[in-house]
């Protein structure tokens, strides 16, 4: 994974894509229990799209084998929450 410094949405993406993986034995932790992702700095969202993705393949891709998964976010610069091409969707802050 290289510094993530002046690299785009999608850029970030493609760079986080494989850097994490839940450590062996995760999936018992997570059985129908609930997950809470935290970013300390979330600027793009990548690195909580490379987590989850980390959480899907540890669990072979099956939603039913954790409960729910959610985020936490310490902080984001507002443009964060107007990405549409990381999620389809423009979420707003009022």
Same mark, same amino acid.
Request: with cysteine; net charge positive.
């Given at each position: 994974?290289?510094?993530?410094?002046?690299l785009g949405a999608r850029q970030r993406l493609v760079n986080m894509a494989g850097a994490l993986e839940a450590v062996a034995g995760a999936e018992r932790?997570? !059985?129908?229990? +609930? *997950?809470?992702? =935290?970013?300390?700095?979330?600027?793009?969202? !990548?690195?909580? =799209?490379?987590?989850?993705?980390?959480? +899907? %393949?540890?669990?072979?891709?099956?939603?039913? !084998?954790?409960?729910? *998964?959610? %985020? !936490? =976010? *310490? %902080?984001?610069?507002?443009?964060?929450?107007? &990405?549409?091409?990381?999620?389809? &969707?423009?979420? +707003?802050?009022?």
């Amino acid at each position: 994974m290289a510094d993530q410094t002046g690299l785009g949405a999608r850029q970030r993406l493609v760079n986080m894509a494989g850097a994490l993986e839940a450590v062996a034995g995760a999936e018992r932790l997570m !059985a129908g229990g +609930r *997950v809470l992702l =935290v970013d300390d700095l979330m600027t793009t969202g !990548a690195s909580l =799209v490379e987590a989850a993705r980390a959480l +899907r %393949a540890a669990t072979d891709g099956s939603s039913a !084998a954790f409960g729910q *998964v959610g %985020a !936490a =976010v *310490v %902080a984001a610069p507002l443009i964060s929450f107007h &990405k549409p091409e990381l999620t389809g &969707k423009t979420h +707003r802050c009022s």
